[in-house]
Structure formats: structure tokens, C-alpha cells
T-cell receptor, first 114, second 113 residues
Framework: GNSVTQMEGPVTLSEEAFLTINCTYT??????LFWYVQYPGEGLQLLLK?????DKGSNKGFEATYRKETTSFHLEKGSVQVSDSAVYFC?????????????FGKGTKLSVIP | DTEVTQTPKHLVMGMTNKKSLKCEQH?????MYWYKQKAKKPPELMFV???????INESVPSRFSPECPNSSLLNLHLHALQPEDSALYLC????????????FGNGTRLTVT
């Protein structure tokens, strides 16, 4: 079956620090990969996506590269801000299972302190 | 701003009440979803509608009843819920049931007393 593994949180960083949240996956087919962000009291927002190997998704200073050889999609940002404090979910959609269900990681809570 | 609109934002209901959650999208998406999210957990899939027909029911208890009146609207009818059903209920849509991304609403925070 499909699965997504994210680094355990919570992660606490000082403002302007470098952020990496690791994400690895297993899939039966050739998945599309996503990062979603959930701010307190809100729903999930699509942060970035990649649909094939070596694609780089980017948005709001965040980046992630689809690495098929290492089955990874790590999220990075060069300089975090207090407003980036949220829960980040790595996810995939895969054709292999036939139903294209969205498989989530457990989420990583990021807190950025001034 | 989210392009998937959910109402109400908050709902408190007793175990004998009947209520409905509503979801609307105007992106022309043909797949719509209901998810349930408990605190500090990822969302869990409940139902999927594809082209206005129910395509996936993840063994959800019958006290939750989905309805898709048209391609833009999705409802979740609630009846005789239990306190453990208290959660954030998220609606989402996607272009179709393929590998395109899902777009989520801000959810309805449901409390069952």
C-alpha cells in the first residue's frame, strides 16, 4: 500500500533560521506529491506540488524536489518567519491503487519564535 | 482566501439533533470529498463524490449521510451523533478523481454534547 513518513515534531526555530522537514514515501504506482499547510483554526492549504521525478515545487519561499531515487520530497525554506508557524503535511496521490486517494503523513508542527 | 466555502464554521449539537454541513465550490471541479480531522492528526477520508455520484464510502456510520445536489454543492447530514464524533469536518474538491491536488475548505468545527 501507500504510505508517507514525516519527521516527528514539534520543530521550534528562531526567526530567519533554515527549515527542513523530511518526507519519504512508498507508493505502488507513480504518485503526485504535495505539501499542505494548516494554520491554527483553519483548513488545509496546498503549499506546493510536484507530479514527476526531479520536479521542484515552490511557493512563498518554500521548496521541495521530487526525488524518485530516494523516494523523498523534503520541504525547505531558507529563512522562516513567525507567520510560518503551522502544521505541515506531506501527502501523495497515486494511480496504483486505482482510487487515487490522498495519503497523508502524520504532520509536523512548526513553531517559529521571534 | 479559500475557494471551497464551508458553513457553518462552528456547530454545537446534542445527540438527538439533526443538522447539516454545507460545502460549495465554483472551480468546476468534478470530485468532492468529506474528511474528518481529530486534534493533532491528519484528515481521514469519509466520502468521495465523482461526477455527483458517491464513489467511495470509507465504512462511515450511517449517522453521517452525504448528499451531492449538483456539481458545486456537497452536504453532510448529521443525525444521532456521539460525543466522539466531535471533530473538524473538512470539505475538499479536485478536478477529477485522479492525481490532481485537493483544495480544502476551512472546515466546520463540530462539538457534540
Amino acid at each position: 500500500g501507500n504510505s508517507v513518513t514525516q519527521m516527528e515534531g514539534p520543530v521550534t526555530l528562531s526567526e530567519e533560521a533554515f527549515l527542513t522537514i523530511n518526507c519519504t514515501y512508498t507508493a505502488t504506482g507513480y504518485p503526485s506529491l504535495f505539501w499542505y499547510v494548516q494554520y491554527p483554526g483553519e483548513g488545509l492549504q496546498l503549499l506546493l506540488k510536484a507530479t514527476k521525478a526531479d520536479d521542484k515545487g515552490s511557493n512563498k519561499g518554500f521548496e521541495a524536489t521530487y526525488r524518485k531515487e530516494t523516494t523523498s520530497f523534503h520541504l525547505e525554506k531558507g529563512s522562516v518567519q513567525v507567520s510560518d508557524s503551522a502544521v505541515y503535511f506531506c501527502a501523495l496521490r497515486d494511480s496504483g491503487a486505482g482510487s487515487y486517494q490522498l495519503t497523508f503523513g502524520k504532520g509536523t508542527k512548526l513553531s517559529v519564535i521571534p | 482566501d479559500t475557494e471551497v466555502t464551508q458553513t457553518p464554521k462552528h456547530l454545537v449539537m446534542g445527540m438527538t439533533n439533526k443538522k447539516s454541513l454545507k460545502c460549495e465550490q465554483h472551480m468546476g471541479h468534478r470530485a468532492m470529498y468529506w474528511y474528518k480531522q481529530k486534534a493533532k492528526k491528519p484528515p481521514e477520508l469519509m466520502f468521495v463524490y465523482s461526477y455527483e455520484k458517491l464513489s467511495i464510502n470509507e465504512s462511515v456510520p450511517s449517522r453521517f449521510s452525504p448528499e451531492c445536489p449538483n456539481s458545486s454543492l456537497l452536504n453532510l447530514h448529521l443525525h444521532a451523533l456521539q460525543p466522539e464524533d466531535s471533530a473538524l469536518y473538512l470539505c475538499a474538491s479536485s478536478q477529477s478523481q485522479d492525481n490532481s491536488p485537493l483544495h480544502f475548505g476551512n472546515g466546520t468545527r463540530l462539538t457534540v454534547t
